[in-house]
């Protein structure tokens, strides 16, 4: 080759932001859909997409809740549900003299009203039919000559059925009867969700968290700490879990003392600072415009997903952008869960949310998790910076395995190792993530590494300062200086 100008170049320089998964997810939830694999939703997305993927389910409605709060990519791993959901009683109104019942299995909690929009019979008289409680209503259509019509995606059939006298046959079905029923979502038990869980021992796409969908107790609670620990320690990765406390009995009324002291005494049996369960309910208007009463761990799970590691998703501060609308999170119930209940569930260590006098919107109380009592991680916020510490170590330490060591120098040797670790928290100081950061050795007997072969490192590092609480001392004298 003749000599000229050659480059060569060189890649990599900028050190550009490799994936991290930070404010990725894991939903795990009961769906009709079939998967081994978790099945992606972005934030694009809109409702009728993520439906499309994932049936009429709670785990579409959950998806929905996170990507309408911020959530840019969220992995759902379905689950099939062991208890069928229940359809209610069919109400009617109107002076038709058919009738019109619901048969099927529904795939969701749906309100269902039937309009009939022209009189008729089978095969004459109209109607539309909603399953979001009159918020939208499908095309109209004609009452099928068998009388039966399916709701597509829900799981429910319509049977439509005329009058039995043959005059009043074309009065069967008069224009403003209307038919309307609930149903109630399928559930899963607790086997079923774990053995969906399993999967994710095999799923290699970085994620931070699993957001078990549906509301449970105690039981899952433990179950879920047990599996958490088995995929740190077996399967090195660092997630924490995020689940939906059951909501308190309407029959409990005004007074949720008990049952707030009730939740604090199963708490104590978790002590695990990577699990965190929401006890916030609220009515919300979701993606798709429907009003549902909703866990709101969802709604927290969409601000993770939009905020760094080391911020607070409670922060207040309009810039930060963290509030719930009242417009969209209507209101938080029940009414009696007052700021004395919303105390009790806090210092038990349960995520809450809260409204504050002089703000307009809801907000994320505390981040708290079921940590063990004098913890240094008590809140997400000191959690995720963990977890991110413990992934980006390893993909730096992963890189010297094997690596050969001078003898002569072991320190020296294994002291530049050390410092290639380090790397990762240099860019967690440089992000902001944490303040500052410690790395060193230890243990560096040469006859113990000969055979060892196991080179120990300690990290020690600064996290970020947080204003938990704000006193202002207040007052009043002659006359103020300059």
């Given at each position: 080759m003749?000599r ?5 170049v060189v890649?990599g ?24 694999v ?5 934030g ?17 409605d ?7 709060w ?9 689950v ?5 959901g229940?359809?209610?009683e ?5 002076t ?12 969701n909690?749906?309100?269902?009203i ?7 019979g ?17 095309d ?12 597509v995606?829900?799981?429910l059939t ?23 029923v ?17 999967k ?9 968290f ?20 088995e995929?740190m ?11 939906e406390?059951?909501?308190?009995d ?27 369960v929401?006890?916030?309910?609220g009515?919300?208007t979701?993606?798709?415009g ?57 210092e ?28 240094d ?37 294994l ?15 440089d ?48 006359q103020?200086?300059?």
């Open positions: 003749l000229d100008v050659r480059h060569n890649d320089q900028l050190h550009g932001a490799a994936a991290t998964g930070d404010g990725i997810h894991v939903k795990v939830g009961v769906s009709p859909i079939v998967s081994d978790p099945i992606l939703i972005t694009d997305m809109d409702a009728a997409r993520i439906r499309s993927r994932l049936g009429l389910s709670p785990l579409a959950a998806a929905m809740d996170a990507v309408q911020g959530a840019a990519k969220v992995y759902c791993l379905p099939n549900a062991a208890a069928a229940k359809i209610g069919v109400s009617k109104t109107g038709g003299a058919g009738n019109v019942t619901i048969q099927g299995t529904p795939t909690a749906f309100a269902v039937v309009k009939i929009t022209g009189q008729g089978l095969n004459s008289a109209a109607f539309a039919v909603s399953i979001d409680g009159g918020y939208s209503f499908a109209e259509v004609t009452v099928p000559l068998n009388g039966s019509y399916d709701i995606g829900t799981g319509l049977k439509f059925t005329e009058a039995e006298a043959e005059d009043l046959k074309a009065e069967s079905f008069m224009v403003d009867d209307t038919y309307t609930k149903t109630t979502a399928p559930t899963a038990t607790n086997g079923e969700i774990l053995t969906a869980c399993a994710l021992k095999r799923f290699n796409q970085e994620y931070e699993i957001h078990v969908v549906g509301e449970c107790g105690l039981a899952l609670w433990m179950a879920m700490s047990e599996f958490q620990r995929l320690t077996n399967n090195r990765k660092p997630v924490f879990v995020l689940l406390a059951q909501c308190p309407e029959a409990v009324g005004d007074d949720l003392y008990d049952w707030a002291r009730q939740m604090e005494a199963d708490r104590s049996k978790v002590q695990n600072t990577d699990i965190q929401c006890t916030a309910w009515r919300l979701r993606l798709d429907t009003i549902h009463s909703v866990n709101l761990a969802g709604l927290a799970a969409g601000r993770y997903a939009m905020t760094a590691v080391q911020k607070s998703i409670g922060q207040t501060r309009q810039e930060a952008g963290l509030g719930f609308p009242k417009s969209k999170l209507l209101e938080l119930i029940p009414a009696a869960l007052d700021d004395k209940i919303i105390q009790i569930l806090d038990a260590g349960f995520m809450t949310f809260r409204g504050y006098d002089g703000l307009d919107d809801y907000y994320v109380y505390h981040t708290k998790m079921l940590c063990p009592s004098k913890s991680f008590v809140y997400t916020e000191d959690v995720r910076v963990k977890n991110k510490i413990i992934r980006e170590t390893r993909k730096e330490a992963l890189l010297l395995l094997n690596d050969d060591i001078d003898m002569e120098d072991i320190e020296g040797d002291g530049a190792r050390a410092k290639f670790v380090g790397a990762a928290l240099d860019r967690m100081v992000a902001k993530e944490i303040s500052a950061h410690e790395i060193t050795v230890v243990d560096t007997n040469p006859e113990t590494f000969v055979v060892e072969g196991t080179m120990r490192v300690r990290v020690r590092y600064a996290s970020r300062g947080y204003i938990r609480e704000i006193v202002i001392d207040l007052g009043r004298v002659a103020v200086a300059g």
